[in-house]
């Protein structure tokens, strides 16, 4: 798998009582995944915005991943497997299904402000604050 081909991705988050929810999701850019879910997250923890014209537009996966960052959980983002860009939508849906990713349906969480520090690093793991353990293959 990579990222510079078109495919699913997962977050998955552990929880105080060691629960693990899911958040399965397609890109198209390998930025997707890493770049733009670290902005949103930033953007929740310093109390900014979404976007000009919708303010209050984050998304409950995104409220979680701030969460979860803010409580120095474990966050793991996994690219599942790539497929052709005709079927993403086709796989994400599985996806969701087979890995009962419950983050998919969203969430209100309390909103944090806190600083975010992701770190990608040259071998394609990422880094989320002390907490991730980075991007696992698998397959």
């Known amino acids: 798998m990579t990222l510079d081909k078109p495919g ?20 198209t850019r390998q930025n997707r995944p890493m770049r733009e879910y670290h902005a949103n997250v930033e953007r929740i923890l ?4 979404y976007r000009k014209a919708a303010p209050t537009g984050f998304r409950g996966v995104h409220k979680e991943l701030a969460e979860a960052t803010r409580e120095d959980r474990t966050i793991v983002l996994t690219i599942l497997e790539n497929a052709a860009p005709q079927d993403l939508h086709r796989r994400e849906q599985a996806l969701i299904r087979e890995r009962d990713a419950t983050l998919n349906g969203g969430l209100s969480v309390l909103v944090i402000q806190e600083q975010l520090a992701f770190h990608p690093h040259v071998d394609g793991t990422v880094k989320v604050g002390q907490s991730c353990t980075g991007i696992v293959h698998e397959g």
């Open 46 to 49: 310093d109390g900014r915005p």
């Open 8 to 27: 699913i991705y997962e977050w998955a988050i552990t929880y105080a009582d060691g629960s693990i929810r899911r958040y399965v999701g397609k890109y």
